[in-house]
């Protein structure tokens, strides 16, 4: 109704009827029109909707124009998840031109929200976040919660993979306040699983814990692959700290998920996080069964495909060459897609671990570094090989020289250590 509209409006901005009416209107117009009993004139509209700050049509309202944008939301995704990116921003772009007629910041921002996280595919993470923001900024914890706190849960991540690791603890943390507020369970474990990835991946393993456990305590959450997918999480935080004991534990707890989940996308997800975990406290052969029965299962759920073979490359690394060597082929082979790129790069360097050569090598770190243009590690590694090739025997005593001349070695050779070790 174009007068809950209206009123809903004024009120949010704190004018009375008077104000809204000004000059132009009366105050017993502006009433008559928030009842319901008559309808504005075009002209007395767009007066009210220039005081409200919205566009005349988001008070008409066109339901065409509302059902033409989910559909290209829709295809947009479909677009995004094939690969075919340039298209679905192309689609998006489209979507909110209506969306920006129809005057609705809620659409305006799940359509940002959308192009942030193509952006974000393409690694284009300027034009992700300048997206994001503009969608954080339309939502209100009031009226758009989970809207809010997912925003604020990419924009994060797009932060932190940007380089600013501030700006992203500051959404993460938004979008954790947040959700700890309502009484949403899945919105809480959602956010502050997320929240604690971060901390995973920059090694506050501690703090990773901290927020896992909290996520784990959250009761009644509607997805049964949650407290699995949180105790794989703890998991592996208490195998980097040296706690097998409590890792075990918590991967036992995951393990007692599987039986329950038919073949779905869930139970190859799951099957494929559990094999890192079981790779991690070295239980290899069981890791490799996990990882062959969600190969399996990919071939027929092709969604979950990416991060099963890269789960699979992770854990062949550890068996005979001609098992692990198939594998690589098969993922090299696979169409090139942006959800396969950290599959494919990971493919290439292990393919570079069994090359016969430096140079054949230093190929397939060149093609894995295309895949993945800003993994530092990664060009270290790539860097370090090149050194190799050129000095041959003269860089393992310059390397032997380096390691004696820095105790304890700093950072840097730290992370070149680490690479060149694999």
């Not at 008077?18 to 105050?27: D, S, V, W």
């Not at 997206?131 to 809010?148: G, I, M, W």
Request: with cysteine; glycine share 6%; charged share 25%.
């Amino acid at each position: 109704m174009i007068g809950d509209k209206i009123r809903d409006l004024r009120k949010k901005k704190h004018l009375t009827q008077e104000q809204l009416a000004g000059h132009e209107l009366t105050k017993s117009y502006v009433s008559q029109v928030e009842l319901g009993r008559i309808r504005p004139s075009r002209k007395a509209l767009e007066v009210m909707a220039e005081r409200l700050g919205k566009p005349y049509g988001y008070f008409v309202g066109n339901d065409d124009d509302l059902r033409t944008v989910d559909v290209l939301m829709k295809a947009a995704e479909a677009l995004t998840l094939s690969g075919r990116l340039d298209e679905a921003l192309v689609g998006l772009e489209e979507a909110q031109f209506l969306a920006e007629r129809l005057g609705r910041d809620d659409i305006l921002a799940q359509i940002e929200t959308s192009r942030g996280q193509v952006h974000l595919s393409q690694h284009h993470y300027s034009e992700a976040m300048r997206n994001l923001k503009s969608a954080f900024d339309r939502l209100t914890a009031e009226e758009d919660t989970p809207q809010l706190v997912k925003t604020a849960v990419i924009l994060g991540r797009t932060a932190y993979l940007a380089g600013l690791l501030h700006e992203a603890v500051i959404y993460f943390q938004r979008g954790v306040d947040v959700a700890r507020a309502q009484p949403d369970p899945d919105l809480k474990v959602y956010a502050l699983m997320h929240y604690g990835d971060i901390y995973w991946e920059t090694q506050h393993y501690q703090s990773a814990i901290a927020l896992y456990d909290e996520a784990n305590q959250v009761q009644n959450h509607s997805v049964p692959t949650l407290t699995a997918e949180i105790n794989i999480r703890l998991a592996a935080c208490h195998c980097r700290l040296g706690e097998p004991d409590k890792a075990r534990a918590s991967v036992q707890l995951a393990l007692q998920v599987l039986p329950k989940l038919s073949m779905t996308e869930a139970r190859c997800r799951l099957q494929s996080d559990l094999a890192r975990c079981f790779v991690a406290l070295d239980e290899i052969d069981f890791a490799w069964r996990l990882c062959e029965e969600a190969l399996r299962d990919a071939d027929q759920l092709l969604q979950c495909l990416p991060q099963v073979l890269e789960s699979a490359l992770t854990v062949a690394q550890y068996l005979r060459p001609s098992v692990s060597a198939q594998l690589i082929d098969r993922t090299i082979n696979e169409p090139d897609k942006p959800a396969l790129a950290r599959a494919k790069s990971l493919a290439h360097q292990l393919a570079a671990e069994q090359a016969g050569s430096a140079g054949d090598a230093l190929e397939h770190l060149d093609r894995a570094l295309q895949y993945l243009p800003n993994d530092p590690g990664l060009m270290l590694r790539r860097n370090a090989l090149a050194v190799q090739a050129g000095l041959g025997e003269a860089w393992n005593a310059l390397w032997d020289e380096i390691k004696a001349q820095t105790q304890p070695p700093g950072p840097i050779l730290s992370i070149v250590q680490h690479s060149v070790g694999g």
